[in-house]
């Protein structure tokens, strides 16, 4: 409970526009209850895929993830493809976007699973959902002595990066759930993932909107 409740904390400022911040604790996401933003990514063939949660035919968990070269990222998917299973029995669809552009998504992307891998270059989606922000030269640069130029990686010169975040979107196209950390090194548990997941899929929600009179 306690975890959730940060989730709500972590979400506080209220409007999101469309730009990249210059810090990530400066993001301002969208919040549960608000319409979904409509946003374009790659799939891993390089195909333009429009995505808007108003015509969604399933409830979707869309985690935004920083890239293939980010350690605490990918022990992050690795835990949290372990709900994979559960997510799609309740109807779910799942799906990871990163900065990566499409042939560095390729390899790690196997039609055997049923998460989906989306490559977001430009940071449309990021940007969509208030959670795009850029790095300072001195970071940007020491990234690149490690041997992870991110421009490269994306294609793109804005030197960006998504806040890592994951968000539950209902089919009728509305955040239902929403988790963001500034900080890189600290990742939403899959337990608390998987609590909002079943909450959803009991239909906590329509009892919260009969009990407003909506």
Not at 7 to 31: K, Y
Not at 82 to 89: H, I, P, V, Y
Request: aromatic share 10%; with cysteine; hydrophobic share 40%.
């Amino acid at each position: 409970m306690r975890a959730i409740l940060l989730a709500s904390l972590l979400l506080l400022p209220t409007l999101t526009v469309a730009e990249i911040f210059a810090a990530p604790e400066q993001v301002r996401p969208v919040l549960p209850g608000m319409q979904a933003p409509e946003f374009r990514v790659l799939n891993v063939d390089g195909n333009e895929i429009t995505v808007d949660p108003a015509d969604l035919e399933r409830p979707v968990v869309v985690t935004f993830y920083r890239g293939g070269w980010c350690p605490y990222c990918n022990m992050h998917l690795a835990e949290l493809r372990t709900t994979e299973a559960e997510l799609t029995g309740m109807g779910f669809d799942v799906w990871f976007i990163s900065p990566d552009k499409p042939e560095l998504l390729a390899e790690g992307d196997d039609s055997e699973f049923g998460y989906r891998l989306l490559s977001d270059p430009g940071m449309n989606a990021a940007q969509a959902f208030g959670i795009a922000f850029r790095l300072d030269d001195e970071t940007f640069e020491r990234y690149v002595g490690f041997g992870n130029d991110l421009n490269e990686r994306s294609g793109a010169d804005h030197q960006a990066l998504p806040a890592p975040a994951t968000f539950i979107i209902g089919n009728d196209g509305k955040v239902q759930f929403g988790y963001v950390n500034p900080d890189y090194s600290v990742r939403l548990a899959p337990e608390v993932l998987l609590a909002a997941a079943r909450a959803y899929s009991d239909g906590a929600h329509k009892r919260m909107q009969r009990s407003r009179g909506e």
